[in-house]
């Protein structure tokens, strides 16, 4: 990589992939700082405090939002990014985060639950749209049918658990962890948004963006120059342009023309699956309410802010690990080891947890399956089912393939994050066993039907599948 591209790799990654990861573990550790401001707000205003029913659903909706939000900022980012180009559609969507910084910073002085919440769905549409949304490309890899490009690495995953992991500092006691800073907490968010803001007009439009979509060849070729660091850019001109034919006379196939299509029917079902499990795995779960988890399974409270924080360090180097090695070992069993590892692991919780009271060692079971599933997720589910979709398609039905994968990725986010302390509440220790039915589950279901794809063609892929 040229210095150039790494630098706008990097940035574009920490401006959207951290932040992503952020907020996923953002509301972790201040949940009991939060659901006091909303018991005291509400007594405020009405007379009298919310019942633990009630709060629990008021929460559970501020965690939830933001996957809401992300859904949005999804289905929304295509125009976004074929109006204004890559760095036009983060620019203008990081202002949403100053937005919903100010909701989230200013909501305890003026003593508004609503404005966490309006917040937390602002930052899910930012997220959307910078993330999942694939607005966030490299400038190289391939391009699909709106115009932008789909990352290549796993670049993503990496900030995704350092995101994860500077939450988790952050929410020590001894930095904004106590009840006066929770809001700061939350509104940490604008920083690496601003940053990007600031320094992404300091590197050029994406190359294929411009050729592509605008036909500036000119501006194509100077941003070429830039990224790859050499004068001679014509071979890569060339093969541009020859993608921008092909795509002109390409029809695109709509999600309803997907769904219809039984030439791909199998590819489209791997797709859901892989997609929607990679959610309902229990990881939400795990991301959202670990400080709960810890302290369910008999953590004193004052280590379990240091316990997250010690996952959240062994999830980057798990990442890393997945990182660098599923080219070599291959995608689908990378994807197979981390599902059986996450089903274990979410029995192991099942079990600790109901002999704890008999064995108190069990405590720390609880904590190495949490580990566990950490583990598996990073180094498997967590960036295979984003390149797989681009590989099981040709490229009239990726675009269509990518919003089915990434609106089935938003919505049962949502589920988990919203239906597991009632979940929680009603089947006690016996929860994990619904996440351990669908890990495994899922890697029975690879196991069966879906092939490797590396190094392997579209049409090489579609005649295993036939």
């Known amino acids: 990589l040229t210095f150039p591209l790494l630098s706008v790799t990097l940035l574009v990654s920490f401006g959207s992939s951290m932040l992503y990861g952020y907020n996923l573990a953002v509301v972790n550790s201040p949940a009991e700082h939060i659901k006091a401001f ?16 009630p709060l629990t659903l008021l929460y559970a909706l501020t965690v939830s939002i933001f996957a809401l939000g992300g859904l949005l900022g999804s289905l929304l980012v295509g125009v976004l990014v074929k109006r204004y180009g890559r760095n036009g559609a983060l620019s203008r969507s990081a202002l949403l985060v100053l937005l919903a910084s100010g909701f989230m910073g200013f909501s305890r002085e003026l003593g508004s639950p609503e404005m966490v919440i309006i917040g937390r769905s602002i930052t899910g549409l930012y997220s959307g749209g910078c993330f999942l949304g694939c607005a966030q490309p490299l400038p190289h890899g391939s391009v699909d049918g709106e115009g932008f490009v789909f990352p290549t690495g796993s670049v993503e995953g990496i900030f995704i658990c350092l995101g994860v992991f500077s939450a988790q500092v952050l929410g020590l006691p001894e930095l904004l962890g106590k009840d006066r800073f929770w809001p700061l907490f939350l509104s940490v968010v604008v920083v690496p948004a601003s940053l990007q803001l600031l320094l992404l007009h300091c590197f050029p439009e994406s190359p294929r963006y411009l050729l592509i979509e605008r036909n500036d060849i000119c501006g194509a070729t100077k941003a070429l120059h830039r990224f790859l660091g050499t004068p001679d850019v014509q071979d ?19 999600v309803w023309q997907l769904l219809r299509d039984r030439s791909v ?16 795995s229990g990881i939400d779960a795990i991301w959202f309410y670990t400080n709960t988890i810890f302290e369910n399974a008999g953590i004193p409270v004052s280590q379990i802010p240091y316990t997250t924080m010690g996952t959240g360090a062994i999830e980057v180097v798990a990442g890393l690990i997945g990182c660098f090695t599923i080219e070599r070992v291959g995608r689908r069993p990378l994807i197979i080891t981390g599902f059986c590892a996450m089903g274990v692991c979410s029995a192991g919780i099942t079990i600790s947890l109901l002999l704890q009271a008999a064995l108190p060692w069990m405590r720390y079971v609880s904590v190495a399956c949490v580990v566990g599933i950490i583990a598996g997720f990073c180094m498997g589910p967590a960036g295979v089912p984003f390149l797989m979709t681009a590989e099981l398609f040709m490229q009239s039905h990726r675009p269509a ?3 089915v994968g990434g609106s089935l990725n938003w919505l049962c ?14 089947a006690g220790a016996f929860c994990y066993l619904v996440f351990c039915g669908v890990c495994l589950l899922v890697a029975l279901y690879v196991y069966l039907v879906i092939p490797e794809t590396k190094n392997k063609t579209f049409m090489e892929i579609s005649h295993i599948f036939a």
């Open 413 to 426: 986010n949502f589920t988990i994050g919203f239906i597991f302390p009632f979940l929680q509440m009603s």
């Open 38 to 53: 909303y018991n005291a707000t509400w007594s405020q205003r009405y007379g009298h405090g919310l019942a633990p029913g």
């Open 265 to 280: 029917r199998w590819q489209t079902l791997s797709v859901v699956v892989v997609n929607a499990g990679m959610q309902l």
């Open 236 to 254: 890569v001109i060339k093969e541009m342009r020859e993608e921008q034919r092909s795509l002109s006379s390409m029809e695109m196939v709509s």
């Open 401 to 403: 393939a990518y919003i």
